[in-house]
Structures are given as C-alpha cells and as structure tokens.
C-alpha cells in the first residue's frame, strides 16, 4: 500500500549572502514528497500555502483558496519509496511579518498542505501536513512538524 509523506522542508535564500526574510519579496524553499510504501502512489491532487499568524493555530486549517499548487504536472506516479522535491514560494508579506519572524518575535510562521493519491486499485487517501519554523534550531532554523491530529496526519 502506498504511504504519502513530506520530508525536508527548507527554505533559502533566493540570492548568495542574503538573507532568508527580504522585504518586498516572497519566502523560497522546497520539500520533498515521499512515498514511503511498497505499492505505487498516483498523486491526484496537492496543494500547500504558508501561513503566519501571531495567535495559535486555528480550529480549521486554512487552505482553501489560499492554497497554490504544489505539484503541478498532475496525476503523478511515485513509485514504491520514491521521492520528488517541489520548490515552494509563499505570497509577499508585510515588512512587519517578516521582521517578526526573522528577529523571532511574537507570531510562527507554517507550511502546511493537503495531498490526495490513489492506489493501483483505486483507493484513495489524503495526508495533510504543517510544518512550524523554529528560528533557534540551527544557524538558519529549522522547520518540524506540528503536534496536531487536525493538521498532520494520513488516512
């Protein structure tokens, strides 16, 4: 059966010795989409968005019309523990936002994201993720999943 995961989100500087956080210009990065099963996994639909907000996470993910494609030549067949690493971008913030989340001040940002595959006999199942970035974890910060049923986990 096949297992959908994502793996390795990072972001980067979009030029050689700049800053990760640049006023006027979107955050970039990737992740990578993993099939961690045996059995191939036909991608059907995927789509992800970062999101900051200076309270806590909200009682519904808020993907909808925010979100952006994520995979973009779809369907796509990832064979048994196969991989593809997808650039992300995220719109344009405030300075203010990206000042915050640079200097770690108040409010978190996240990449979060839903995906929807299929089974060599049709079935299909979703997996849901939401990475929290954490600036104090490495020379750059890091991005670890969030401890919530409601915005990471598979069916």
């Not at 909200?58 to 650039?87: C, K, N, W, Y």
């Not at 405030?94 to 089974?119: E, H, K």
């Amino acid at each position: 059966r096949p297992k959908i995961e994502i793996r390795s989100v990072a972001i980067q500087p979009q030029a050689p010795d700049t800053d990760l956080f640049r006023h006027g210009m979107p955050i970039v990065g990737s992740l990578v989409v993993v099939n961690t099963g045996d059995a191939p996994a036909t991608v059907r639909e995927a789509s992800y968005r970062f999101f900051y907000t200076p309270f806590s996470l909200p009682m519904v993910p808020p993907l909808g019309a925010a979100a952006t494609q994520l995979i973009f030549d779809l369907p796509q067949t990832l064979e048994g523990h196969g991989s593809i690493p997808v650039r992300i971008e995220s719109e344009i913030f405030q300075d203010s936002v990206l000042s915050d989340i640079a200097a770690d001040r108040g409010g978190v940002l996240y990449v979060m994201g839903a995906i929807r595959f299929g089974d060599v006999m049709g079935a299909e199942s979703w997996t849901y993720f939401c990475r929290k970035y954490l600036r104090r974890e490495g020379p750059e910060g890091a991005f670890r999943p969030v401890q919530n049923p409601d915005y990471e986990f598979s069916d």
